[in-house]
Antibody
Framework: QVQLVQSGAEVKKPGASVKVSCKAS????????IHWVRQAPGQGLEWMGR????????NYAQQFQGRVTMTRDTSISTIYMEFSSLRSDDTAVYYC???????????WGQGTLVTVSS | QSVLTQPPSVSAAPGQKVTISCSGS????????VSWYQQLPGTAPKLLIY???KRPSGIPDRFSGSKSGTSATLGITGLQTGDEAVYYC????????????FGGGTKLTVL
């Protein structure tokens, strides 16, 4: 069965960077795009960007350009999202999600809480 | 401010039917597929509807989706207490170059 398993919670200081991983299993990882979506406490879903695990090509949301970097290691079926220059309002749960045939997020990771606090 | 507009909350009694609206524009809903997601408290979003009106395997036919012009609707019949969750619509927006945009979410309360 398809699974996306994310790394554990992180606590970071303002100005630091965080790298969250998303390990895919149950399907051919290079065949599907992976998106990253975040959710601040009590708020809605916010799209951050997408990576092609096949080519490594990326598309980032305008508001995160310059702070977010998505990479992959296909040898271990793992996708990474690195987020830099963290601020307190970056405190959120970060999700990875697989893109299905109709642009939908058909499978989601369990989420990774990133807390930014001094 | 979300790109897609949903009502903040809806409510209905067990066994009843409810609809949740999602309003957009020609650059998003009017020109792309709509998906719907259910987010139970403390969990990740779960896909309910894709391609406007299709259900993934395992999603009961109590859940339905429709799209007309620049708006979409999620319908839930035979409401159960387990349906209490936040529901999000999602699609693509060509004007923002955003591959995914979402509504602000609708909290469903089953009274």
């Amino acid at each position: 069965q398809v699974q996306l398993v994310q790394s554990g919670a992180e606590v970071k200081k303002p100005g630091a960077s965080v790298k969250v991983s998303c390990k895919a299993s149950g399907y051919t990882v290079t065949a599907y795009y992976i998106h990253w979506v975040r959710q601040a406490p009590g708020q809605g879903l916010e799209w951050m960007g997408r990576i092609s695990p096949n080519s490594g090509g990326t598309n980032y949301a305008q508001q995160f350009q310059g702070r977010v970097t998505m990479t992959r290691d296909t040898s271990i079926s793992t996708i990474y999202m690195e987020f830099s220059s963290l601020r307190s309002d970056d405190t959120a749960v970060y999700y990875c999600a697989r893109e299905g045939q109709w642009l939908e997020g058909d499978y989601w990771g369990q989420g990774t809480l990133v807390t930014v606090s001094s | 401010q979300s790109v897609l507009t949903q009502p903040p909350s809806v409510s209905a009694a067990p066994g009843q039917k409810v609809t949740i609206s999602c309003s957009g524009s020609s650059s998003n809903i009017g020109n792309s597929y709509v998906s719907w997601y259910q987010q139970l408290p403390g969990t990740a979003p779960k896909l309910l509807i894709y391609d406007n009106n299709k259900r993934p395997s395992g999603i009961p036919d109590r859940f339905s989706g429709s799209k007309s012009g620049t708006s979409a609707t999620l319908g839930i019949t035979g409401l159960q207490t387990g349906d209490e969750a936040v529901y999000y619509c999602g699609t693509r927006d060509s004007s923002l170059s955003a591959l995914w945009v979402f509504g602000g979410g609708t909290k469903l309360t089953v009274l």
